[in-house]
T-cell receptor
Framework: DTAVSQTPKYLVTQMGNDKSIKCEQNLGHDTMYWYKQDSKKFLKIMFSYNNKELIINETVPNRFSPKSPDKAHLNLHINSLELGDSAVYFC?????????????FGQGTRLTVV | AQSVSQHNHHVILSEAASLELGCNYSYGGTVNLFWYVQYPGQHLQLLLKYFSGDPLVKGIKGFEAEFIKSKFSFNLRKPSVQWSDTAEYFCAARSGGGYQKVTFGTGTKLQVIP
């Protein structure tokens, strides 16, 4: 029973296309995140939502647009894909009010732009 | 700015050797600290975490870490590594509070030779 699930696991697409990655968590958490892991394995936060509201928005091109229809889902839509967008994207979730909680990660979506 | 540093980028050990991976953070105030492991092709899994209390934290699979506040360090240790420990290890930190973003170090690739 997967706690944080992402779809698809692999995504290969051409430059200029628009694509979406979906994320769902069944942990009852109210905060969700998107992280990008580049080819050197460096993990960098992109966005965070709490109860469907954007609370963290790092310096990310506006081609990336997160959408949270409810607190259990956080989708990532990417417009006009570029070669440099190739990376592994991880979704994560945690609780807002709990201090002693960690982030749980999904299995990642490996995006390859050709 | 808040940051996490991992100075060992690639570590190669023989089975049964002892392991210590360095991690330093630069945060003021209350800090939560984590070690995550990423096995090849897998998602991030939590090895251990420190929030407060005993600075020596024991995690899964025989790993432990020691929080030394005066050194701003949270080094990961294991007395005897196994081939199955081959993975990427990430140190991470967060300002106290479950909603705060987690900042990751650049990771240490551990290769254990049988």
């Amino acid at each position: 029973d997967t706690a944080v699930s992402q779809t698809p696991k692999y995504l290969v697409t051409q430059m200029g296309n628009d694509k979406s990655i979906k994320c769902e968590q069944n942990l009852g958490h109210d905060t969700m995140y998107w992280y990008k892991q580049d080819s050197k394995k460096f993990l960098k936060i992109m966005f965070s939502y709490n109860n469907k509201e954007l609370i963290i928005n790092e310096t990310v091109p506006n081609r990336f647009s997160p959408k949270s229809p409810d607190k259990a889902h956080l989708n990532l839509h990417i417009n006009s894909l570029e070669l440099g967008d190739s990376a592994v994207y991880f979704c994560a979730s945690s609780t807002w009010t709990g201090r002693n909680t960690e982030a749980f990660f999904g299995q990642g979506t490996r995006l390859t732009v050709v | 700015a808040q940051s996490v540093s991992q100075h060992n980028h690639h570590v190669i050990l023989s089975e049964a050797a002892s392991l210590e991976l360095g991690c330093n953070y630069s945060y003021g105030g209350t800090v939560n600290l984590f070690w995550y492991v990423q096995y090849p092709g897998q998602h991030l899994q939590l090895l251990l975490k420190y929030f407060s209390g005993d600075p020596l934290v024991k995690g899964i699979k025989g790993f432990e870490a020691e929080f030394i506040k005066s050194k701003f360090s949270f080094n990961l240790r294991k007395p005897s590594v196994q081939w199955s420990d081959t993975a990427e290890y990430f140190c991470a930190a967060r300002s106290g509070g479950g909603y705060q973003k987690v900042t990751f170090g650049t990771g240490t690739k551990l290769q254990v030779i049988p």
